[in-house]
């Protein structure tokens, strides 16, 4: 039988201290879906196929309730985070109006220059990440990110950044799930 874990739901304050402060480039995202990138006529292109032209890339940053396991650092505890709809939206929003388009990190490491968020959605309805590719819930934060650093962009070419995580703060609130459960749960968005 699976361990029962703690799921934590992020919320933002009122006070708009909360949110994203940076997006990371990453080798392994959190949220277990890659960006792709886009070659000079604007379509979907894998990796081998990449064109320098563009320098573009699209993905997702946040998925309206998917239980992203964490593993607490300090006891080894694992457990899930989990975004709202309504929390990814007042995230993207915020993002948008503290104008952190700008901050971003490689590995979650160290910041870099010449990296930026160009555009930003949050999905409804059939959209540009459906045309992109991408079969994700309405409520998804999807950024197209720009990189004229010529390091960052060799990083992507090479495969060893292959997608974006959030870097910011939000209260956590706490429940215990029933491991059935969580089964069931994974079991209905497979059928949906």
């Not at 703690?6 to 890659?34: C, F, R, W």
């Not at 990814?88 to 160290?110: D, S, W």
């Not at 934060?141 to 004229?148: D, L, P, T």
């Amino acid at each position: 039988m699976e361990k029962q874990r703690k799921v934590y739901k992020a919320t933002l304050d009122e006070s708009g201290n909360m949110g994203v402060h940076a997006i990371g480039l990453v080798d392994e995202p959190a949220i277990m879906v890659d960006f792709v990138y886009l070659n000079k006529q604007g379509t979907r292109t894998e990796l081998r196929k990449l064109d320098d032209e563009k320098r573009m890339m699209y993905g997702p940053v946040l998925i309206p309730d998917l239980h992203i396991l964490r593993i607490d650092e300090k006891t080894g505890e694992e457990y899930y985070i989990t975004y709202d709809a309504d929390t990814i939206t007042r995230t993207a929003q915020l993002y948008m109006k503290q104008n952190q388009h700008h901050n971003v990190t490689i590995q979650h490491e160290f910041a870099v220059n010449g990296c930026y968020v160009v555009e930003s959605w949050v999905k409804q309805g059939a959209d540009k990440s459906t045309t992109l590719g991408f079969d994700l819930p309405d409520g998804t934060w999807f950024v197209g990110m720009y990189a004229e650093n010529d390091e960052v962009w060799a990083n992507v070419k090479a495969g060893n950044v292959k997608g974006f995580s959030i870097e910011g703060f939000y209260q956590m609130l706490s429940r215990q799930i029933d491991p059935d459960d969580e089964i069931l749960r994974q079991i209905e968005e497979l059928i949906k």
